[in-house]
C-alpha cells in the first residue's frame, strides 16, 4: 500500500479538479492504490471494490474509472487482448510510463524512463506539433519465454 501522503496526492488531484470524494469513489481509489503494479479490468476492480462495499453497481465503477481518467489519476491500457486495463497514474508524471506485453505468456511490465522526449522533440521541429502525452505498449516475447522456448528446440 502507499503512503499516507501519496494517498492524500491522489485525493487532492482530485478535489482540485472539483469533484468530490464521495465514499464509493474513496473505495475505488483505495483499490487501485492498493494495486498499483497491477493493470486491473473494470470487472477486476469492481470485485475487488464490492468485497468492501457490496451495494456498488458495474456502472459506478465504470464511470468513476472514467472520471479518474479525465483527471489523470488512471491510465488506460489496451494490452493485446480483448479489453482495456486501467492503472494507477502518479500525478507527478509527465506522461503516462509505457508497457510491454510478452505475447507468449501475458506478462506486463512497465518501462518508466520516457524514452520519446528526443522523437516528441523533433516532431515539434517538423511540424510544430506539441505532444501533450502518449501511450506506447511493445509487444514481444519476455526473458523467461524467450528461454523456455529456446530450450524446447
Same mark, same amino acid.
Given at each position: 500500500?502507499?503512503?499516507?501522503?501519496?494517498?492524500?496526492?491522489?485525493?487532492?488531484?482530485?478535489?482540485?479538479?472539483?469533484?468530490?470524494?464521495?465514499?464509493?469513489?474513496?473505495?475505488? =481509489?483505495?483499490?487501485?492504490? %492498493?494495486?498499483?503494479?497491477? &493493470?486491473?479490468?473494470?470487472? $477486476?476492480?469492481?470485485?475487488? #471494490?464490492?468485497? !468492501?462495499?457490496?451495494?456498488?453497481?458495474?456502472?459506478?465503477?465504470?464511470?468513476?474509472?472514467?472520471?479518474?481518467?479525465?483527471?489523470?489519476?488512471?491510465?488506460?491500457?489496451?494490452?493485446?487482448?480483448?479489453?482495456?486495463?486501467?492503472? =494507477?497514474?502518479?500525478?507527478? %508524471?509527465?506522461?503516462?510510463? &509505457?508497457?510491454?506485453?510478452? $505475447?507468449?505468456?501475458?506478462? #506486463?511490465?512497465? !518501462?518508466?524512463?520516457?524514452?520519446?522526449?528526443?522523437?516528441?522533440?523533433?516532431?515539434?521541429?517538423?511540424?510544430?506539433?506539441?505532444?501533450?502525452?502518449?501511450?506506447?505498449?511493445?509487444?514481444?516475447?519476455?526473458?523467461?519465454?524467450?528461454?523456455?522456448?529456446?530450450?524446447?528446440?
Amino acid at each position: 500500500m502507499c503512503s499516507i501522503v501519496k494517498q492524500n496526492e491522489f485525493y487532492n488531484v482530485f478535489k482540485e479538479n472539483g469533484y468530490r470524494l464521495t465514499t464509493q469513489r474513496k473505495i475505488v =481509489l483505495d483499490i487501485l492504490i %492498493e494495486y498499483k503494479e497491477e &493493470h486491473l479490468s473494470i470487472k $477486476e476492480i469492481f470485485d475487488k #471494490v464490492k468485497e !468492501i462495499y457490496p451495494h456498488i453497481g458495474m456502472a459506478t465503477v465504470y464511470r468513476t474509472i472514467l472520471l479518474f481518467e479525465k483527471v489523470g489519476i488512471v491510465q488506460s491500457i489496451y494490452l493485446n487482448n480483448d479489453y482495456m486495463r486501467y492503472q =494507477l497514474k502518479d500525478p507527478q %508524471e509527465k506522461h503516462f510510463h &509505457h508497457h510491454v506485453v510478452c $505475447e507468449h505468456c501475458g506478462a #506486463v511490465f512497465d !518501462i518508466q524512463d520516457d524514452l520519446l522526449e528526443l522523437l516528441e522533440e523533433q516532431v515539434f521541429i517538423q511540424k510544430g506539433f506539441t505532444v501533450t502525452n502518449h501511450k506506447v505498449v511493445l509487444i514481444g516475447i519476455c526473458k523467461e519465454c524467450s528461454e523456455s522456448l529456446g530450450s524446447q528446440n
